[in-house]
Nanobody, 123 residues
Framework: QVQLVESGGGLVQAGGSLRRSCVAS????????MGWFRQAPGKERQFVAT????????GDSDSVKGRFTISRDNAANTVYLQMNSLKPEDTAVYYC????????????????WGQGTQVTVSS
């Protein structure tokens, strides 16, 4: 089992920045790809970004490319999502997830999920 605890959500004005953190505990963090997803009211959970377990390669969705950056610190069992130039359409509950695989983008390919934290971007 891997437990994921998120922090760093909140309310921000359009154009602002937030940094999300997700700390893993339980089984080893190493060997797991990590991802961030988001879900707006009435919509399906959407892929945001993923990172390989070494941290060497990342992938983003087109909607956040150039604005969001995923990174990880394996010594601290933590994955981050730096969100810049935020837009009202980025408003959603954001989830971190852990799974075995390479640059995985589907929710079904992730084994463990955080509790989700609201990010609200005001116009």
């Amino acid at each position: 089992q891997v437990q994921l605890v998120e922090s760093g959500g909140g309310l921000v004005q359009a154009g602002g920045s937030l940094r999300r953190s997700c700390v893993a505990s339980g089984r080893t963090f190493l060997g797991y790809a990590m991802g961030w997803f988001r879900q707006a009211p009435g919509k399906e959970r959407q892929f945001v970004a993923t990172i390989t377990w070494t941290g060497s390669i990342t992938g983003d969705s087109d909607s956040v490319k150039g604005r969001f950056t995923i990174s990880r610190d394996n010594a601290a069992n933590t994955v981050y999502l730096q969100m810049n130039s935020l837009k009202p359409e980025d408003t959603a509950v954001y989830y971190c997830a852990a799974g075995r695989g390479y640059l995985i983008r589907r929710t079904a390919d992730y084994d463990y999920w955080g509790q989700g934290t609201q990010v609200t971007v005001s116009s």
